[in-house]
């Protein structure tokens, strides 16, 4: 009887060794790290607009500029479900190695993305009079918002098309191609600017057309990027039963995301009825878990794509490997990310403001900083596992149980049962909550009712397309 011989991936992997190899975890940061340095450059989109209208000599454009990029950054991090779902469904045709399945799945998602980005534009007068009812801003600073909203939401088909290419080039594992991209976003805005604010004095209107310059352009390269590796060179046809079951999976990721953004929002906009300093002080404390988010959202994207990749080979071992290595990765980003706290948040907060209320204040709720990352990195980890395995309703579905059985009571607690020096601690104590609930719901998910070797249920062209092509 012969032997079987192993396959020269699993001979490189050493799948037998519960540390990995150094190829394993080089393979990880190779997809982790260009990300990592994504997410540090994306927020510079919004930073040069404010940078350079911030030495016009009127405040009202920097106002204006910063609150009319708020409410589009919201809109479209909404959006964000169409890059999840696409990495999940490419990583497991990349391991299927099927070219075929990975076309068919950036066109369809290519085409709700256009869909998408085609009603955002019919529906800017809609968000925004729900955006001011909510915000209410003076007169004169809703005129300039509100023009240059109108001008950045001509944008959303592109903004949507690259969140596809995003997802199809994460689930390639060919994130180095991500980063370059959005590096090419960035410095377009930056020319923009300097051409329409500082050039033309087109103040408000320059800075959003120069971010629309920016998202046009970063998506046809992208679509050009992923022309050429997937070698589109045939017509298509949209498949009805994939079509249906993709718009699942994306409503049940934006169900997920928008639960998200409310108890985020919540920790801001409630603590208003605090005091004006706590709104100061949380939105100080936020940042740190935007800080917390650089890292360990890098170890989730490489989580998606390896695990998504394993399943579709249908290596159950390499499911464990990946699953083991990268919660390896996220428990270190964790321990280090609560150490630097621990050391110098003082300092990171006297970076973020020098209002002495604030900073006093601030101090006051860092032992929550401490221990944020230890009880967080469990969700950041597993929503990258649940995307690897196309496992998007139960992502909904714990998300609101968490946020129904566990922020919410402890929210109502903090509002109704503290006092009003402690109530802040009270909505600190509901995100940690939150936050450790949604890890623990999950890992249980996992536990009792998912299998994570087996494939998940995925979409086929047809017989004759298991070939690459």
Not at 12 to 38: D, Q
Not at 259 to 273: H, N, S
């Amino acid at each position: 009887m012969s032997q079987t011989t192993p396959s020269k991936n699993e001979r490189t992997l050493h799948l037998h060794r519960f540390w990995g190899s150094w190829p394993a975890h080089r393979k990880i940061f190779a997809i982790a790290l260009p990300m990592i340095i994504s997410n540090i450059a994306a927020p510079l989109l919004g930073l040069v607009d404010t940078a350079i209208i911030g030495h016009l000599p009127d405040a009202i454009y920097l106002s204006a500029v910063a609150l009319g990029a708020m409410v589009v950054s919201f809109i479209f991090l909404l959006a964000i479900f169409l890059r999840m779902t696409t990495t999940g469904e490419i990583a497991r045709a990349f391991g299927r190695e099927n070219l075929a399945e990975q076309r068919q799945v950036s066109l369809h998602a290519l085409t709700f993305a256009l869909a998408l980005g085609a009603t955002l534009i019919v529906l800017t007068p809609v968000l925004l009079e729900l955006a001011w009812w909510l915000i209410a801003p003076s007169d004169e600073l809703k005129g300039f918002a509100s023009h240059y909203i109108e001008i950045r939401m001509w944008a959303a088909p592109a903004a949507l098309i690259n969140l596809v290419v995003l997802g199809v080039l994460l689930g390639r594992q060919q994130s180095r191609h991500a980063m370059l991209l959005v590096i090419f976003t960035n410095a377009i805005n930056v020319t923009a600017d300097v051409i329409l604010i500082l050039g033309l004095d087109m103040n408000v209107a320059g800075a959003a057309w120069a971010s629309v310059a920016a998202e046009v352009s970063t998506a046809v390269l992208g679509l050009w990027m992923i022309r050429k590796l997937l070698h589109f060179k045939q017509s298509w046809q949209l498949q009805r039963h994939y079509f249906q079951r993709f718009l699942g999976m994306n409503r049940d990721v934006f169900l997920r995301s928008l639960i998200l953004q409310l108890c985020m929002a919540t920790m801001t906009g409630y603590a208003a009825r605090f005091g004006d300093i706590y709104v100061a002080v949380n939105a100080v404390l936020m940042q740190f878990l935007m800080l917390i988010s650089l890292g360990l959202d890098g170890i989730a994207y490489a989580v998606e794509a390896l695990v998504g990749a394993a399943i579709g080979r249908g290596k159950r071992a390499e499911v464990s490997y990946w699953l083991r290595l990268t919660l390896l990765w996220s428990c270190v980003f964790a321990l280090s990310y609560s150490s630097v706290f621990w050391l110098a948040g003082d300092q990171v907060i006297t970076l973020l403001t020098d209002l002495p209320e604030v900073i006093s204040t601030a101090q006051r709720y860092l032992p929550w900083i401490y221990v944020l990352p230890l009880l967080g990195h469990w969700s950041y980890y597993f929503d990258g596992v649940f995307i690897g395995l196309g496992y998007t309703r139960a992502m909904r579905d714990t998300m609101a149980a968490s946020a129904l059985l566990v922020f919410a009571p402890l929210w109502c607690i903090a509002a109704f049962g503290f006092s009003k020096e402690n109530a802040n601690h009270g909505l600190w104590l509901a995100l940690s909550g939150f936050l450790l609930a949604r890890g623990v719901s999950q890992w249980l998910y996992l536990r009792l009712f998912a299998k994570p070797h087996t494939s998940s249920t995925h979409y086929s062209t047809s017989k004759s397309s298991s070939s690459s092509s």
